[in-house]
């Protein structure tokens, strides 16, 4: 990974300074991880001399307060513009970064990605057949998060920042490893020390994510009794025998699936995900995001690859955690969507 990440940087800068403007974006619906990317990714052209500009429209974070207070509280001295802003800044040599993503289909310039000379791709989800591909493509599935990526750029290229910054890249790295419990190696480890050295500040994105009484109990709503229910599936397991040829035998895994009527923003179901995993092997938690779009996320345990589930439904993640979208249908239509990515389920249980 140090030697791609090497490359990374060496083609990351080369296209910079041949670029009028550097404009970096996250997947729709930016959550901490899209945003401490973002705000690293966006010193590099800064140090060389380049215009940087983060788009994020106002619509896209309104469900995220903890987008908006971190926005307000830790990058005030950043460029942020909309869609529209960005399009009007547009010289014909420009570069667009996608950040905690590899599908532009999945962020704002799905209809508008001709206006960009060159087009990069810095992520750490699964790749698929709609994802950007090629020379220009860093995609790194082991790493925890788009921000451990970024800080490790930061790092390598020896980029100065200060505290704001290390506690942006700190709390998209808190947010997709469930408080540095989940999907993170050694190497996110020594980042997330790194950072801390650097003066990120892990006692803020603790308040940030505890919020205020209300917004804290949302997650035990979202998998409440009436919401959630229960299930078994079927799955053939391979497991190899020392000095023999692997045996293969059927396992059975529990799923809890929470559908909650509400709208409800992200981080809340995922916060609700990783509340259900500790009752199943398992956990889909769902909700409108907006009156048109339901977001859907997924953990597992380990023994069950929910990342390679989630391709079939335009999604993607790592092996323990995956998310995607769905739009026009109802919440209904929604679950029986994701339902049918599992080999076949049980009767649904609910414990009321």
């Known amino acids: 990974m ?5 490359n990374l940087k060496i083609n990351l800068e080369s296209k910079i300074l041949n670029a009028n403007n550097t404009f970096i974006v996250a997947h729709n619906n930016i959550d901490l991880d899209g945003l401490g990317s973002s705000v690293g990714l966006s010193l590099i052209p800064t140090n060389l001399g380049k215009h940087a500009y983060i788009v994020i ?3 896209d974070f309104s469900m995220d307060t903890l987008v908006q207070r971190l926005i307000e509280e830790k990058c005030e001295n950043f460029k942020f513009v909309n869609k529209d802003e960005c399009l009007d800044l547009i010289t014909g040599n420009d570069l667009l ?3 905690d993503v590899n ?3 999945r962020t704002c310039f799905y209809d508008t990605a001709d206006a960009f000379k060159e087009i990069m791709v810095i992520d750490h989800h699964e790749t698929d057949s709609t994802s950007i591909t090629g020379p220009n493509s860093y995609v790194f599935p082991d790493a925890s998060s788009a921000s451990e990526i970024v800080a490790m750029l930061l790092k390598l290229s020896q980029t100065k920042y200060d505290e704001n910054v290390a506690t942006a890249l700190l709390a998209g790295i808190n947010l997709d490893t469930n408080n540095y419990t989940k999907n993170r190696g050694s190497a996110t480890l020594r980042i997330i020390a790194n950072l801390m050295d650097r003066g990120g500040d892990d006692a803020y994105i603790t308040s940030l994510f505890m919020g205020d009484y209300s917004d804290n109990i949302k997650r035990y709503e ?3 009794r009436e919401n959630t229910e229960f299930r078994t599936f079927t799955k053939e397991t391979t497991v190899p025998i020392e000095g023999d040829e692997d045996t293969s035998f059927n396992t059975t895994f529990s799923i809890a699936i929470a559908a909650d009527p509400e709208i409800r923003g992200k981080v809340v179901l995922a916060q609700a995900a990783n509340y259900l995993l500790d009752f199943a092997d398992v ?3 769902m909700a409108n995001i ?4 339901i977001s859907v996320h997924g953990r597992s345990k380990g023994q069950i690859n929910i990342g390679e589930l989630f391709k079939k439904v335009d999604g993607g993640g790592s092996i323990k955690s995956s998310a995607t979208e769905i739009h026009d249908c109802t919440l209904e239509e929604a679950k029986q969507k994701i339902l049918s990515i599992f080999p076949p389920l049980s009767k649904p249980k609910k414990f009321v």
């Open 283 to 285: 956990s889909i938690t």
């Open 103 to 105: 599908k532009i289909g």
């Open 222 to 224: 979202v998998a409440s």
């Open 290 to 293: 907006s009156s048109r779009t």
């Open 97 to 99: 970064i996608l950040t």
């Open 2 to 6: 140090a030697l791609t990440i090497k």
């Open 57 to 59: 429209d106002e619509n």
